[in-house]
């Protein structure tokens, strides 16, 4: 029996045994009894299965290992957590001990951060929905703005103008970097001219003025060079703002992207091996920044913060998901298949995911091509289509990682009551951080009209 003393980073292991790949020989038998020392089936006997297990250590060590990579190389330095990557409260707060401001993108996210005793003035608001009542609330608390469109321009300076406050404000911008598909839905144009319209635009009202730049060039790139792309376009932008319009730029925010370490579908290159170290972007952001900021220093004008807003990278390895076989079956075509009780109900990123999966005991036999449902009474509810493992059996449990990422925010509550999730703290012990769901949760908010109670008609 193996004693594991740390976190495992799960990974994939076909069971072939005696025959020799990449690896070498393959260990008899890989699986996983315990996480953090606690056994999975004290977890599950105490909290249920399914159970989302976060890692309290590991996420600190994730976002102590992020500054450090930035500060070492560039300050200032902000960190934005961008609450829809996973906005659990624990999660927050760990995030916001550790020094991460928050990064909203709604007024539900805004108020959830300031519940937690975020100040406005410590929360980034991105996005393309902000009505007019929020931009009023952001004010107020002083916020810090990203604007992305004419018409919120618009309506923030005519906030600004009924608040009589001059709001400092950032510019959200999108471009081609030559690497990542351009998400031209968010922001400013660059290249067509629309986003140096709008920093004139910003410079000529009495109400607004422009302070920083934010871009976000998507989610999962592997590709360190896409920053330094996109750090040189920025740089380029605030050079000819600040020179058109007279404004100082003093942050410049880089937003997401960076992958963590999981095979995507449909990419038949292994992204595990491939994916970037935190260094290697930050090495591309900050060596670029310096570069294209050279002549600033010179002038003697303020070096601007650089904001981040990682999500995926920081806290997906931090959660697993530990779930249980309710049925085994061999399909019509030969192929095994087993049915799990958490699937993609839970597990939203099985979309796009090759997940880890891991059993908790030794299993014997032969390793065989698997399918891996979930429990819906649908058919896209897969887990894995295809995973080679040996036979499971019923109450068998397996680990799926990683997790932390877009799970518990995209999540269904479709048929299935959403479970327990717990931390497991750095000294060990387990806590519940958000509760399973149960009918009465599910009630609370719906209400039955008066004629609609009772007088049913079942004979
Ligand atoms: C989603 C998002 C992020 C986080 O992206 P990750 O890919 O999870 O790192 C950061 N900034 C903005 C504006 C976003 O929309």
Same mark, same amino acid.
């Given at each position: 029996m193996s004693v594991k003393k740390n976190?495992? *980073?799960?990974?994939?292991?076909?069971?072939?045994?005696?025959?020799? =790949?990449?690896? $070498? #020989?393959?260990?008899?038998?890989e699986y996983i009894e315990e996480i953090e020392e606690i056994p999975v089936k004290d977890l599950v006997s105490q909290f249920g299965s399914p159970l989302f297990v976060l890692s309290e250590k590991q996420l600190r060590s994730?976002?102590?290992?992020? *500054?450090?990579?930035?500060?070492?190389?560039?300050?200032?330095?902000?960190?934005?957590?961008?609450? *829809?990557?996973?906005?659990?409260?624990a999660v927050c707060a760990?995030?916001?001990?550790? $020094?991460?401001?928050?990064? /909203? /993108?709604?007024l539900f996210e805004y108020e959830k951060a300031r519940a937690l005793g975020v100040p406005g =003035?410590?929360?980034?608001? =991105?996005?393309?929905?902000?009505?007019?009542?929020t931009l009023a609330l952001c004010v107020e608390e002083g916020a810090r703005i990203h604007i992305d469109n004419m018409d919120e321009l618009y309506l923030l300076e005519d906030v600004a103008r009924i608040a009589n406050k001059l709001v400092p404000v950032t510019l959200r911008l999108n471009f081609d970097t030559g690497f990542a598909e351009p998400w031209s839905r968010f922001g400013f144009n660059v290249e067509s001219g629309q986003a140096i319209d709008a920093a004139r635009r910003i410079s000529n009202s009495q109400w607004l003025k422009l302070t920083g730049l934010h871009s976000h060039i998507g989610t999962f790139i592997l590709e360190p060079n896409a920053y330094s792309a996109q750090v040189k376009i920025m740089c380029e932008f605030m050079e000819s703002a600040e020179q058109q319009t007279g404004c100082i730029i003093d942050s410049l925010d880089i937003g997401g992207g960076f992958a963590s370490r999981i095979d995507l579908q449909g990419v038949y290159v292994s992204t595990e091996q491939t994916t970037p170290s935190i260094d290697q972007y930050a090495d591309a952001i900050c060596t670029t920044l310096l570069r294209e900021t050279v002549k600033r220093r010179a002038q003697n004008k303020p070096q601007p913060t650089l904001i981040i807003e990682s999500g995926r990278a920081i806290i997906d390895d931090a959660e697993v998901l530990v779930s249980s076989v309710v049925s085994t079956r061999r399909l019509p075509n030969g192929k095994p298949a087993a049915v799990l009780?958490? $699937?993609v109900n839970l597990l939203f990123t099985a979309f796009?995911?090759?997940? #880890? /999966?891991?059993?908790? @005991?030794?299993?014997?036999?032969?390793?065989?091509?698997t399918v891996l449902y979930g429990p819906l009474c649908?058919?896209?509810?897969? /887990? @894995?289509?295809?995973?080679?493992?040996?036979p499971l059996q019923v109450g068998d449990q397996l680990i799926i990682s990683p997790v932390g990422a877009y799970n518990n925010t995209q999540w269904l509550q479709f048929i299935e009551y959403r479970p327990n999730i717990v931390m497991i703290n750095e000294e060990g012990q387990v806590s519940v951080i958000r509760q399973a769901e149960n009918l009465s949760f599910m009630n609370q908010l719906e209400s039955l009209p008066e004629h609609l109670n009772g007088n049913f008609k079942l004979d």
């Amino acid at each position: 029996m193996s004693v594991k003393k740390n976190w495992i *980073k799960p990974t994939i292991t076909p069971h072939r045994e005696g025959i020799l =790949n990449k690896f $070498g #020989r393959v260990p008899a038998k890989e699986y996983i009894e315990e996480i953090e020392e606690i056994p999975v089936k004290d977890l599950v006997s105490q909290f249920g299965s399914p159970l989302f297990v976060l890692s309290e250590k590991q996420l600190r060590s994730n976002i102590r290992r992020l *500054k450090q990579a930035f500060e070492t190389r560039y300050q200032p330095i902000v960190f934005g957590w961008s609450y *829809k990557t996973n906005y659990l409260n624990a999660v927050c707060a760990t995030l916001h001990q550790e $020094g991460s401001w928050a990064e /909203v /993108v709604s007024l539900f996210e805004y108020e959830k951060a300031r519940a937690l005793g975020v100040p406005g =003035n410590r929360i980034l608001f =991105n996005g393309p929905h902000k009505s007019k009542d929020t931009l009023a609330l952001c004010v107020e608390e002083g916020a810090r703005i990203h604007i992305d469109n004419m018409d919120e321009l618009y309506l923030l300076e005519d906030v600004a103008r009924i608040a009589n406050k001059l709001v400092p404000v950032t510019l959200r911008l999108n471009f081609d970097t030559g690497f990542a598909e351009p998400w031209s839905r968010f922001g400013f144009n660059v290249e067509s001219g629309q986003a140096i319209d709008a920093a004139r635009r910003i410079s000529n009202s009495q109400w607004l003025k422009l302070t920083g730049l934010h871009s976000h060039i998507g989610t999962f790139i592997l590709e360190p060079n896409a920053y330094s792309a996109q750090v040189k376009i920025m740089c380029e932008f605030m050079e000819s703002a600040e020179q058109q319009t007279g404004c100082i730029i003093d942050s410049l925010d880089i937003g997401g992207g960076f992958a963590s370490r999981i095979d995507l579908q449909g990419v038949y290159v292994s992204t595990e091996q491939t994916t970037p170290s935190i260094d290697q972007y930050a090495d591309a952001i900050c060596t670029t920044l310096l570069r294209e900021t050279v002549k600033r220093r010179a002038q003697n004008k303020p070096q601007p913060t650089l904001i981040i807003e990682s999500g995926r990278a920081i806290i997906d390895d931090a959660e697993v998901l530990v779930s249980s076989v309710v049925s085994t079956r061999r399909l019509p075509n030969g192929k095994p298949a087993a049915v799990l009780d958490a $699937g993609v109900n839970l597990l939203f990123t099985a979309f796009w995911y090759h997940h #880890r /999966v891991q059993p908790t @005991r030794p299993l014997d036999g032969f390793a065989e091509d698997t399918v891996l449902y979930g429990p819906l009474c649908m058919n896209i509810d897969v /887990v @894995r289509q295809s995973i080679m493992i040996p036979p499971l059996q019923v109450g068998d449990q397996l680990i799926i990682s990683p997790v932390g990422a877009y799970n518990n925010t995209q999540w269904l509550q479709f048929i299935e009551y959403r479970p327990n999730i717990v931390m497991i703290n750095e000294e060990g012990q387990v806590s519940v951080i958000r509760q399973a769901e149960n009918l009465s949760f599910m009630n609370q908010l719906e209400s039955l009209p008066e004629h609609l109670n009772g007088n049913f008609k079942l004979d």
